[in-house]
């Protein structure tokens, strides 16, 4: 019984590609998130999603648009893929002080 | 705003040693601290956080951290070094919060190496 599940675990795309990632979690919070994780291992907060309305967006290009359908499920969409946008990304959800990540999903951009 | 400073990338130690991993941090206002670990090629898992009261916080895995506010420091320690706790090991701040929505800012990573 995943807590916070995400798919698909790899990416591999071309430039240009418009691509989802998609994130589920079975643990009743009400926040979700997602971060980038760049080749150094840098974490970076992207997006903030709360009771499905946007609470944070960062300085992150409008190619990313997040969509959160309810309010245990919070999709990644990015337009028009570059190279710099390879890094693993990371869906979280927390409940006051706990925060629990999934799995994390390896976009590659070729 | 807040920052996390991890010093050294990288530490290693022998197995049984004693691990020391250091976080320094920097907020204007009272902090929530936290420990992650993320094994290779995983997401990451908390192994301990301090929010408030008593200031040694025990985790997962017979790891502690003190939080010392004087030093703004919240360093990560196990007495005895595995094998397997061979991972990156993640710092990270946000503010108090009491609802469920966190910002948390993480520091770089350190990377615990371990060997027989």
């Known amino acids: 019984d995943t807590a916070v599940s995400q798919t698909p675990k790899y990416l591999v795309t071309q430039m240009g590609n418009d691509k989802s990632i998609k994130c589920e979690q079975n643990l009743g919070h009400d926040t979700m998130y997602w971060y980038k994780q760049d080749s150094k291992k840098f974490l970076k907060i992207m997006f903030s999603?709360?009771?499905?309305?946007?609470?944070i967006n960062e300085t992150v290009p409008n190619r990313f648009s997040p969509k959160s359908p309810d309010k245990a499920h919070l999709n990644l969409h990015i337009n028009s893929l570059e190279l710099g946008d390879s890094a693993v990304y990371f869906c979280?959800?927390?409940?006051?002080?706990?925060?629990?990540f999934g799995p994390g999903t390896r976009l590659t951009v070729t | 705003a807040q920052s996390v400073t991890q010093l050294g990338s990288h530490v290693s130690v022998s197995e049984g040693a004693l691990v020391l991993l250091r976080c320094n941090y920097s907020s204007s206002v009272p902090p929530y601290l936290f420990w992650y670990v993320q094994y290779p090629n995983q997401g990451l898992q908390l192994l301990l956080k301090?929010?408030?009261?008593?200031?040694l916080v025990k985790g997962i895995n017979g790891f502690e951290a003190e939080f010392k506010k004087s030093e703004t420091s919240f360093h990560l320690t196990k007495p005895s070094a595995h094998m397997s706790d061979a991972a990156e090991y993640f710092c990270a701040v946000s503010p108090p919060m009491d609802t469920g929505f966190q910002k948390l800012v993480f520091g770089t990573g350190t990377r615990l190496l371990v060997s027989p």
């Open positions: 979280a959800s927390s409940q006051y002080s706990e925060m629990r």
């Open positions: 301090y929010t408030t009261g008593a200031t």
């Open positions: 999603y709360n009771n499905k309305e946007l609470i």
